[in-house]
């Protein structure tokens, strides 16, 4: 907003009750314990008040104020517009007044006896609203010395904010609170603090700016300063504890680094307030973020910020961020594009504004995607400056191709953007009004393109890396999780927030069985590119301990064994468990992990109790206890890693505590909604973080199962078919038996007189289908016969099995191999889901010549 800063006018003196004439910074009339009453102490205003046009226009009515009682200080409740008063000049004229001695009413007949001290006074019109103005913000000022500038432009930008919710008002005559909702909509946070006590008051939209939480906040100076970049610590401390020289408004910027390790430039106006023995008493003062500097800025302090600001940028979406704070709002202009220069192609990194409208019709012609394609072959001059590396700068009117007349019809800069001997892309900066390039600001731009080439080619570099890890990090993770019949498994994977986007955290789910299913989660020391090989290694060699068919505490024994193998330096932590989808039963080990957690069904959660071993790779011959648990349908389990419950300022038991409650918290119904609640809102984190979920709801249809032991003798096929027989007999499965009793005969007796060893036949009833499994000693797979003539003697049986069943296959187990065959059972077969028998009891077959068998659930 302008304002006419020279403005003084004498006038009959405006005092405040009691006051001294040599008043050296008396304290606020209220003591600020507010955030109002913090902004408007450092704004040095005894009293804030609101004016707005009554219903007849007649006169401008108060209907807010802050701080002291206006009559005490001599405003009145209505001043007449049009009037003489310096109220009513600076609603009508719609600029501000800043007066050393003034009166603030009608010089004639307001009605007010005016008080005893001379003070200043500030009156800020509100933004017009269709061309009126929609009323006045009058300050008081609480010393004879004025208003400072820091002062004056912060009271500037609370007129903005009050305007702004002036303007949703749907009576302005009787507005809702405008004072404090305004001060919030600017983010500004306030602090008061007494010097040499190392305490300071803040308000919650301080700590925010800092990114400290409201109730972790101990109220202690040190506490903030330990936020702020070490080489700016000694520009706050002159603001924390002045000298006793130093007195009035103090202005700087500095840099925090937020606990999530994003860095942020704030700025800083303070007043030191002088006490009776002339030396500070008190320091109030507000902070607000400064991602861009103000056009008045100096050429050398844009650069600084310019600087400081692309060694922070990693990737080529923050070097365009930068550009377009650095250059569109500091410059005026009306768009900023900036694209890098890839081979014979230019791809656009960012547009501002964003939107498709806002760009000429060629540009709007390329846009597919979230930018257009640049059109260099439609634009020769851009092409031209690109290959020249120099500068070009167009006025308005300059004959130019529509691509880019239309990019900036009122001025055009052209900015190749160099990095060693090469050009790493081009900048565009457009002004829709005539814009006259003056000499400081070429220089100003010079400087700019040579800055940003350099960090340009830098964060293409830092993209490619990048890319790169999370293309190892996703082939090294599963790409999917299976579908489980008693369950639903979902995992979320955050890489950490510093170096490679790829880490030592990893998670497998892994189906054993049609009933079984082993969940794994680990965490391999470090998060480099050595962490992400070793954790590769590691999932790899659990799942196939694990499919071979070891139980839990074999299958992580194996893999501690293969760790200490690899010599290397690192160690890993995990928790595996084998989970039974049928019974409910659960198999913990844990290898110096963190313990699992459980949801129950009533919505109470807690960490399993699981007995611990030492990590994977610290001694070979360690032990891994192995812990069981059951587990209710509409249970959920949570593996977590350490970075979703430990940070610097998180200690693993308070992590522990606040995902139990979250997990109590969470809704089961949606497991992926879930995950995504016990991540919270944190975003990337010092460590990364893996969670594995599985809601165990428990099997709809609960299979039934038999087995058979089958011996060695020469009648063994025959024992296994009658097994087989009666098995299905008791189960009800009479028109398809012919066709098991073939499939059995032909897999026992493969298995009889190509391998060694035991043989075993489960039969496997699921609602309509049936699996016959036969496993055996020998881990070769069987191998159907290429040709099969009218003279061959055998190889038939593997293909008669593959044309009667729905699907086949080999599958190796510890210890051998399973051949399993599936049949879906004819339309109308009658069977018994429940494993009973026909007259309804569980039965076991007892041993006979050819065999031992059971049957029933298991």
């Known amino acids: 907003m302008p304002h006419n800063g020279g403005t003084r006018a004498a006038a009959p003196g405006l005092r405040a009750p009691g006051a001294g004439a040599a008043d050296t910074g008396p304290s606020p009339p209220v003591p600020d314990r507010s955030p109002r009453e913090r902004a408007l102490a450092f704004a040095g205003a005894a009293v804030a008040a609101v004016y707005v046009p009554g219903p007849t226009g007649g006169e401008l009515g108060l209907v807010e104020s802050a701080g002291a009682d206006i009559e005490a200080y001599g405003l009145p409740k209505s001043v007449p517009v049009p009037g003489d008063s310096a109220i009513a000049e600076a609603f009508l004229e719609g600029r501000p007044r800043w007066l050393t001695t003034v009166v603030p009413g009608s010089r004639a007949g307001g009605g007010w006896e005016p008080p005893d001290t001379e003070l200043p006074l500030a009156v800020l019109p509100l933004g017009s609203a269709g061309g009126d103005w929609l009323g006045c913000l009058v300050v008081v000022g609480d010393c004879a010395d004025g208003f400072c500038a820091e002062q004056r432009d912060f009271l500037e930008r609370y007129a903005e904010a009050i305007a702004g ?138 650069i600084q910020w310019l600087t400081a600001a692309l060694d922070e940028a990693t990737t080529v979406r923050d070097v365009s961020r930068v550009v377009v704070a650095a250059l569109r709002e500091p410059l005026g202009a009306d768009r900023v594009a900036l694209a890098e220069l890839l081979e014979d192609r230019l791809a656009v990194s960012v547009l501002d504004p964003p939107t498709a409208e806002s760009w000429p019709e060629l540009w709007r012609a390329q846009w597919r995607s979230e930018w257009p394609d640049a059109p260099v072959s439609a634009l020769p001059t851009l092409a031209a400056t690109l290959r020249d590396g120099r500068m070009s700068l167009w006025p308005a009117g300059a004959a130019l191709e529509p691509g880019l007349a239309g990019v900036g019809p009122g001025g055009l800069a052209v900015l190749p953007l160099p990095a060693r001997s090469r050009v790493a892309g081009v900048c565009l900066v457009g002004w829709d009004e005539p814009h006259a390039f003056v000499p400081e600001e070429r220089a100003l731009l010079t400087a700019t393109a040579g800055l940003v080439g350099q960090a340009l080619k830098r964060a293409h570099a830092y993209d490619a890396e990048q890319e790169l890890a999370t293309m190892l990090q996703r082939s090294l993770l599963p790409p999917r999780l299976p579908e489980l019949p008693g369950g639903i498994a979902v995992a979320r994977y955050l890489p950490a927030k510093r170096g490679l986007q790829v880490g030592g955290d990893w998670y497998d789910v892994i189906a054993l069985s049609d009933r079984k299913v082993a969940l794994v989660i680990g965490d391999v020391q470090g998060h480099s590119a050595g962490a992400a090989t070793i954790m590769g290694q590691m999932r790899t060699a659990v799942r196939a301990y694990a499919v071979e068919g070891h139980p839990p505490d074999v299958v ?303």
């Open 165 to 302: 919710r002036l303007r949703g008002e749907a009576d302005r005559g009787a507005p809702a609170p405008l004072l404090d909702p305004a001060l919030r909509s600017m983010r500004v946070g306030s602090f008061a603090l007494v010097p040499g006590t190392g305490v300071v008051e803040t308000d919650t939209a301080l700590l925010d700016l800092v990114g400290i939480a409201a109730h972790a906040f101990d109220g202690r100076t040190d506490t903030l300063l330990s936020y702020t970049l070490p080489e700016d610590v000694p520009a706050l401390m002159s603001v924390v504890e002045p000298s006793a020289q130093l007195a009035g408004c103090r202005e700087l910027e500095f840099r925090i680094r937020r606990p999530t390790g994003e860095l942020c430039w704030l700025h800083l106006c303070g007043r030191v307030l002088r006490g009776p023995d002339d030396r500070p008493r008190r320091v109030v003062g507000v902070v607000t973020a400064a991602p861009v500097l103000r056009r008045s800025s100096s050429d050398v302090a844009r």
């Open 556 to 858: 992580v024994s194996h893999a501690n064994r293969l760790l200490v193998g690899m010599e290397t330096d690192l160690f890993a932590t995990c928790c595996y468990v084998e989970l039974d989808l049928e019974e409910g039963t659960a198999l913990f080990v844990r290898a110096g992990h963190l313990a699992p957690l459980v949801r129950r069904p009533d919505g109470t959660a807690e960490e399993v109790a699981v007995e611990g071993g030492l990590p994977l790779g610290v001694l070979a011959d360690a032990e891994f206890p192995l812990t069981s648990v059951a587990l209710a349908p509409g249970s959920v389990l949570a593996l977590v890693t350490d970075g979703l419950v430990e940070a610097v300022d998180l200690e693993v038991d308070e992590g522990m505590r606040l995902t139990r409650q979250a997990l109590a918290a969470a809704d089961p119904s949606d497991p992926g909604r879930m995950a995504d609640a016990l991540l919270g809102e944190a975003g990337r984190r010092e460590d990364d973080v893996a969670l594995l979920l599985l809601r165990y709801d428990g099997m709809r249809v609960r299979p039934v199962r038999a087995g058979w032991v089958v011996w060695r003798l020469p009648d063994a096929v025959m024992h296994a078919r009658r097994f087989t027989a009666r098995t299905l007999r008791s189960w009800r499965v009479g028109a398809d038996a012919d066709t098991v009793l073939l499939v059995v005969s032909e897999l026992v007796t493969n298995a009889l007189v190509h391998t060694q060893g035991p043989v075993r036949l489960d039969l496997t009833l699921a609602a309509d289908r049936l699996r016959v499994t036969v496993s055996d000693s020998s881990p070769r797979a069987p191998a159907k016969p290429v040709v099969v003539d009218w003279e061959a003697t055998g190889g038939r049986g593997l293909l008669l099995v593959e044309a009667v069943s729905a699907s086949w296959g080999s599958v190796p187990v510890g210890g051998g191999k399973q051949v399993w065959s599936e049949l879906v059972l004819t339309t109308g077969a009658g069977r018994g889901q429940d494993g009973d028998g026909p007259d309804g009891q569980d039965r076991q077959d007892g041993d006979g010549p050819g065999g031992r068998g059971e049957r029933g659930r298991r």
